[in-house]
Nanobody
Framework: QVQLVESGGDSVETGGSLTLSCATS????????LGWFRQAPGKEREGVTGVFWRTGQMDTASSVKGRFTFSKDNIKNTVYLQMNNLKPEDSATYFC????????????????????WGQGTQVTVSS
């Protein structure tokens, strides 16, 4: 089973930027879907962005669209989440997740279709 390890979380001020990384143990990396999620204390896990690996079909939450960008490095088997213009409401633990079943294609931001998760990395945005 693929292992996922996130890094890059930090504390930044409003308007700042961070790049999160998710290193995977699978080489080459070929999940059905791969997504970034976040969870703030007392809130449900929220889908941030997800991609159907085979075609690159992507879905991104409206709350981060235009500010967050997904990218991947096939040589390093690593995916990234570039986060710009950060807001206090972006504060959360961020997780990357992989899905093995192709049904994830129609539910890219639904945490229930992902079966492998990293341990998370904390992002704190101060006002």
């Amino acid at each position: 089973q693929v292992q996922l390890v996130e890094s890059g979380g930090d504390s930044v001020e409003t308007g700042g930027s961070l790049t999160l990384s998710c290193a995977t143990s699978e080489s080459p990396l070929t999940p059905a879907c791969l997504g970034w999620f976040r969870q703030a204390p007392g809130k449900e896990r929220e889908g941030v962005t997800g991609v159907f690996w085979r075609t690159g079909q992507m879905d991104t939450a409206s709350s981060v669209k235009g500010r967050f960008t997904f990218s991947k490095d096939n040589i390093k088997n690593t995916v990234y989440l570039q986060m710009n213009n950060l807001k206090p409401e972006d504060s959360a633990t961020y997780f990357c997740a992989a899905a093995g079943g192709f049904a994830c294609r129609h539910h890219l931001l639904n945490a229930n279709v992902y079966d492998t998760w990293g341990q998370g990395t904390q992002v704190t945005v101060s006002s």
